[in-house]
């Protein structure tokens, strides 16, 4: 689903792009793929994610930072990805106006987040987290439940969705979003 809504706008020539949480660094590289050339940026909070995402992947940037307090200039992007990172912050609507403030006029980001008003989620969540993702249990911390509370969110942040998509039975929700 992400690498749809990235092809239709990966231009040929250098592009700046920025992750937000990449932890491991595996949708990062996906993302660099599909952008062609430019420098890619992907950050995490986790210093273990992103010290092995460095090691993996040399030819992209790692950086430890906060999605609330982006360390970049304004207008600095021109593509932000932020992908099921919106649910683990206690702010989320502070880590979307930092995507908006880096966002260089006019360019657009792609934010995910699960759907937490899905059935087939929940069940799925709770055979996670009563199993093998224990760790997981209070992961959530953000309870965006539904398309209305994240475009609320998009739009008080000064964003426009340009786009939107679902996947995996309807568990993830995708929104494209364009500076104005």
Same mark, same amino acid.
């Given at each position: ?20 949480? $990449? ?6 590289? =996906? #993302?660099?793929?599909?952008?062609? @050339?430019? /420098?890619?940026?992907? &950050? ?57 403030? $880096? ?6 980001? =792609? #934010?995910?987040?699960?759907?937490? @008003?899905? /059935?087939?989620?929940? &069940? ?57």
């Amino acid at each position: 689903m992400i690498k749809s809504l990235l092809k239709e706008d990966a231009a040929k020539n250098e592009v700046m792009t920025l992750d937000i949480g $990449c932890n491991g660094g595996t949708f990062t590289n =996906i #993302i660099k793929q599909s952008v062609d @050339d430019g /420098l890619m940026i992907g &950050i995490d909070i986790g210093e273990q994610g992103v010290m092995y995402a460095a090691k993996k992947y040399p030819d992209i940037m790692f950086l430890i930072a906060d999605a609330c307090h982006l360390p970049f200039r304004e207008n600095s992007f021109d593509l932000i990805t932020c992908l099921e990172v919106l649910e683990h912050l206690t702010d989320p609507l502070k880590c979307l106006m930092e995507i908006n403030r $880096c966002l260089k006029p006019k360019r657009e980001a =792609i #934010i995910l987040v699960p759907r937490l @008003d899905s /059935l087939l989620f929940k &069940i799925v969540w709770y055979v996670w987290i009563n199993t093998g993702g224990r760790d997981w249990k209070e992961a959530h911390t953000t309870v965006i439940r539904n398309k209305k509370n994240l475009k609320l969110l998009v739009e008080r942040a000064g964003l426009k969705i340009i786009r939107e998509k679902s996947s995996h039975l309807g568990m993830l929700m995708a929104f494209k979003v364009k500076k104005p």
